[in-house]
């Protein structure tokens, strides 16, 4: 059997189950916003892992083979504001449902898309662009510091403009509002005091422009990759995150050495999935950075990127279906 884990706002994980159902391949996906409406249960020291839910009982130590990781919420993610417990509450409740999850990891003979710890791993940029450069990628000249006089002279040195990232995850969570920090050019004129530039490490990055970008999705042996096309109007976009329109995509191919070195890659990296994404540039393909969990549900119908068939053959393959 496949255990998905996820949210139940996963559009991916959606596309996933249809497949899954489609060719009648028993699964059980797990929302981490409706843990508490289940009951969960970890025996020992014989090691037994349930879950029980609408009168149906799964021993996910016995049926378990395969597992999806895809994006975990948090328990109280779809209870109304006025309903939450106070934050601290909040925290502790789920502490403990990550805690009770990770003991998942201890069912033995189960692959994992991905294991947790390779995940983790993985959203260390600083870990992603030294492994990246020694398998062969080319990466743009990166500094990542919190130091002024170290930000300045390397602005300085980039003859063709640098651009500035979060070193970790860019969202900003607030009460109201959540915010997305985007790829931003950044020159010497605009740089923040030295007090605020010293609160935090940011990675400045040399900018490639012109360039073209590239979604490289890669499923096990399988390599998806789709081309960004910007419109003349919007040629200066550094994030095409940002685009809401003048912006579309194309399924395409890589040469055959960088395609080999995206596959190999992921494996390097201990993942099964990994989103990459690449720039072409000075007639280069440059190495920016993988995501391990990608989002890539944008891509399947709209564009005819088979992503969701080819991770159900992927999981039905480790899983004996």
Not at 3 to 20: G, M, P, Q, T, Y
Not at 283 to 299: A, D, T
Request: charged content about 25%; glycine content about 4%.
């Amino acid at each position: 059997m496949i255990l998905i884990l996820s949210n139940k706002w996963d559009l991916s994980a959606d596309l996933v189950v249809r497949e899954l159902r489609a060719r009648r391949c028993p699964y059980v996906r797990v929302n981490t916003e409706d843990l508490a409406d289940h009951s969960c249960s970890i025996l020992l020291p014989d090691f037994r892992i349930s879950l029980r839910r609408s009168n149906q009982v799964h021993d996910l130590t016995r049926d378990v083979t395969a597992v999806w990781n895809r994006r975990l919420g948090k328990p109280f993610d779809d209870v109304p504001k006025e309903a939450k417990p106070r934050e601290a509450v909040q925290r502790f409740v789920t502490d403990q449902w990550y805690a009770w999850l990770s003991a998942l990891q201890l069912i033995p003979g189960v692959t994992w898309m991905n294991h947790p710890q390779a995940n983790e791993r993985m959203e260390i940029k600083p870990r992603q662009l030294l492994m990246a450069h020694e398998a062969g990628f080319r990466i743009p000249d990166t500094l990542i510091s919190n130091d002024p006089a170290e930000i300045r002279a390397f602005l300085r040195q980039q003859d063709t403009g640098s651009v500035a990232k979060a070193l970790y995850s860019p969202l900003i969570e607030e009460p109201e509002e959540d915010r997305f920090v985007f790829t931003s050019e950044v020159r010497l004129g605009d740089l923040e005091p030295d007090t605020e530039l010293r609160l935090s490490p940011t990675i400045f990055q040399k900018k490639l422009h012109p360039k073209v970008d590239y979604r490289v999705t890669v499923v096990g042996e399988s390599v998806f990759v789709v081309r960004i096309l910007i419109a003349p109007a919007n040629s200066e976009a550094l994030d095409w995150r940002t685009l809401k329109d003048g912006i579309s995509f194309e399924r395409c191919s890589l040469p055959g050495e960088t395609e080999r070195l995206c596959r190999d890659f992921v494996k390097q990296c201990g993942l099964l999935f990994g989103a990459i994404d690449l720039v072409q540039s000075s007639g280069e393909y440059i190495f920016l950075e993988i995501n391990p969990n990608g989002e890539w549900g944008w891509l399947q119908k709209p564009h005819n990127v088979p992503i969701a068939s080819a991770i159900c053959d992927l999981l039905m393959s480790h899983a004996g279906s």
